[in-house]
């Protein structure tokens, strides 16, 4: 398996948590591909995150406002490219995607490269109901602004046509200078794939303030109206309960391209929502710590994909499968 993925928590004290300006948390996918792929991906994942730290800390000394979305976008940046820069030789043309997402206080900062995903999700307890707030694109050729950037920098670009769009993807294409043979990437933004004119490891980061979104769910949440004298309307008094901060939950989900081909995001995003939230309503204390336990939904989820694989190829191929999920820490626990 060429895939990696990593969780890391920090816990913080109750001061922290009121200036909402520690890293708290850290998700992220490598997709290895390529002969060594495992090699890139590997040392994307132990490297990354001791390059953030190291430099959002130095940062911190240089600065007493630590709390700068310019900034941290800008060493999110760096720190993709720098490792990039540092991976190994041994890695034999072998290269991964890399979605990551750091939160720090009410902000998080999702930096991706290659066609992995990650998504921000939002579960009312109110409801029952799980939404995806945020999702990040998968960086393909044949998009205009990359296709523009890699063939100004002189690389080709395959771009499927008819039948091959059912089974085939944009690609950037190399010519090894020994053997003649062309090989093809198919994604705009990568580590490791140097060879690939064009393609470069700079991410594109977003910023999610998932502070904000919950403030705006619960001042557009449906409220009673105090002008009503209705009472035999009984039937809609749980629509007349005013949302709060305790009925909305975060979480983020980071997913290779592997499980995406065959299970869609809202699926995986109820699936967790239910690992994480669900559960805890659940009176059934053996249905709490098993079958909805997030470990055994990440696996349903892989195998589901696995199966599909095994259906379409007929057991010939199956791509590697990777899924990291955690809830966004915040003061709701």
């Known amino acids: 398996n060429q895939d990696r993925a990593l969780i890391l928590e920090n816990e913080q004290t109750e001061q922290q948590q009121q200036e909402m300006q520690q890293n708290s948390l850290l998700v992220g996918v490598f997709d290895g591909h390529g002969p060594g792929g ?187 109206d105090d002008d009503s004298d209705d009472d035999d309307d009984d039937d809609n008094d749980d629509t007349c309960t005013p949302t709060s901060a305790d009925d909305i939950h975060f979480f983020v989900v980071a997913a290779s391209d592997g499980l995406m081909d065959y299970i869609d995001p809202p699926t995986i995003a109820d699936s967790f929502a239910t690992a994480f939230f669900r559960r805890n309503n659940n009176n059934n204390n053996n249905n709490k710590t098993t079958k909805h336990h997030p470990l055994v939904v990440a696996k349903n989820l892989i195998h589901q994909s696995a199966q599909q694989w095994h259906a379409d190829t007929g057991g010939q191929y199956r791509d590697d499968i990777v899924v990291a999920a955690a809830k966004v820490k915040n003061n709701n626990g």
């Open 38 to 224: 495992e090699i890139v991906s590997e040392y994307a994942r132990d490297e990354l995150p001791i390059q953030l730290f190291s430099r959002l800390e130095e940062e911190k000394e240089e600065k007493e406002d630590d709390d700068d979305d310019d900034m941290v976008v800008s060493l999110l940046k760096d720190t993709f490219v720098q490792v990039d820069a540092s991976i190994p030789p041994g890695s034999s043309g072998g290269g991964c995607t890399a979605t990551v997402s750091l939160q720090r206080g009410r902000r998080l900062y999702v930096a991706n490269v290659g066609d992995s995903i990650t998504m921000v999700a939002v579960y009312h307890s109110q409801t029952n109901l799980t939404d995806i707030v945020y999702l990040t694109r998968e960086d393909k050729p044949h998009l205009p602004e990359e296709r523009q950037r890699i063939e100004s920098m002189g690389g080709s670009i395959r771009i499927p046509r008819g039948e091959e769009l059912r089974y085939d993807s944009s690609r950037v294409l190399s010519i090894d200078p020994q053997t003649g043979i062309e090989t093809g990437l198919a994604m705009s933004r990568s580590l490791g794939d140097w060879q690939f004119v064009g393609v470069i490891a700079e991410p594109i980061v977003d910023v999610v303030d998932w502070q904000s979104i919950q403030d705006e769910i619960i001042a557009t949440s449906t409220n009673c």
